[in-house]
């Protein structure tokens, strides 16, 4: 396929990053750090209810070179941005840096908040997750920093401990009450493995997922509608679901069980939180089921989940668009096993589990369907189970 892209050597994927920081500080960095983007396979919007989520890293993400310096300043360049560096003093608080800077901003406060000595630092990001597709463009730049600040600094902070932290800066700093998932995937996430994740417990196993082997292809389809989750409405689904467990006298959606969804329905006040419920209750099912399956060595067994988990996000979660509605309805009718969309909603990806030798047919099935609706043509391609964070000079 003409539009799967090129996943760099590690040569060329940390030069970019070295070369801007030596012409713009004036000397080598001390270090490249890298951390991954993620495609959800299944769960979710099950994170931040405690429950069980199904991620992978993407071979996409975030180079961070990076260097100490003994000021009391952080300057970073990103670019994917123009313009000169933007500094930050070590004491900056949340409410006081806007736009992509913030997410490195909440990582050093985060970290230093949490009392460890992070200091003058600084830093050259570069990135290749598509911003807005529902990736973990975010998580990435988190992981990537927090990563290099962790190794700089020596602060001796586990990879759990890391992925919470990050977290804490996008809900804390930049505003945005993401679960754990896309923090916990960029740094723990292991190569031809998806992460089952407990959210609650933080507990994981690396579960073998290997598409190629099975002559199939996992297939991102990036939708191009704009991927936006600050304005409010993923806020307002948590608060829904914060809601009615409190109602149901539980800590959590997740310590619902399937079998007791009915009387659980039943003590609900209102249709659309009883759609929020139902949600969350059977994608955690689904989860598990998924898992089995892929334990068993059927993977095409859960094709049928990942189309049941985006009915589901589409009628009861109401987080779907017509982009990503069409293109799970046109990749299915092209001969995908199942497919959903991927991410908080309202925009970005959708994954299709597909035989190798029809990935074309169902893209291009894709591609006219959008063109007839009057789309923005869509992207796509195949995605590989990845590492997680690490060094890569």
């Not at 389809?221 to 679901?241: F, M, N, S, W």
């Not at 619902?256 to 009387?263: F, K, R, W, Y």
Request: include cysteine.
């Amino acid at each position: 396929m003409t539009h799967e892209p090129t996943v760099p050597s590690r040569s060329s994927e940390v030069l970019p990053a070295v070369t801007a920081f030596t012409e713009t500080f004036g000397r080598q960095p001390d270090g490249v750090w890298a951390a991954p983007g993620r495609v959800n396979v299944i769960g979710e919007h099950t994170d931040y209810n405690d429950g069980f989520v199904l991620p992978m890293a993407l071979p996409q993400g975030v180079r961070a070179a990076a260097g100490r310096t003994p000021g009391a300043q952080v300057r970073v360049l990103s670019l994917q941005e123009t313009g000169d560096p933007v500094t930050l003093e070590l004491g900056t608080r949340p409410g006081e840096v806007a736009g992509w800077a913030a997410y490195v901003a909440g990582v050093v406060w985060s970290l230093r908040s949490a009392g460890h000595d992070v200091g003058g630092v600084d830093l050259v990001v570069d990135g290749d997750v598509p911003a807005g597709a529902g990736l973990s463009s975010s998580a990435a730049l988190e992981c990537a920093v927090a990563g290099a600040l962790n190794d700089l600094f020596e602060l001796g902070v586990e990879p759990t401990e890391l992925a919470r932290l990050a977290q804490r800066a996008e809900n804390d700093f930049v505003g945005m009450p993401c679960g754990v998932m896309d923090q916990m995937a960029s740094v723990n996430c292991r190569e031809g493995h998806v992460l089952f994740l407990d959210t609650r417990s933080l507990l994981t196993e690396h579960v073998p997922f290997d598409p190629a082997r099975h002559g199939r292809t996992l297939l991102v389809i990036d939708t191009r509608a704009p991927h936006r989750l600050v304005d409010g409405e993923y806020a307002k689904r948590r608060a829904a679901c914060e809601a009615a467990a409190a109602a149901l006298g539980v800590p959590a959606l997740r310590d619902v069980a399937l079998d007791d969804l009915p009387t659980a329905l039943s003590r609900v006040d209102g249709e659309e939180q009883r759609r929020r419920v139902r949600h969350v209750v059977t994608e955690n099912a689904r989860v598990s089921d998924t898992v089995r399956r892929l334990r068993d060595g059927d993977l095409d067994g859960i094709g049928p989940l990942l189309t049941a988990s985006h009915a589901s996000l589409r009628d009861d979660y109401e987080v779907t668009v017509g982009e990503l509605d069409t293109a799970v309805e046109a990749a299915l009718s092209a001969g995908a096993l199942g497919a959903r969309m991927t991410g908080g909603g309202f925009g970005g990806c959708v994954i299709a589990l597909v035989p190798d030798d029809r990935a074309d047919t169902v893209f291009d099935a894709v591609r006219t369907a959008f063109a007839d609706s009057g789309y923005t043509e869509p992207s796509a391609f195949t995605a590989t189970p990845a590492p997680g964070a690490r060094r890569i000079r």
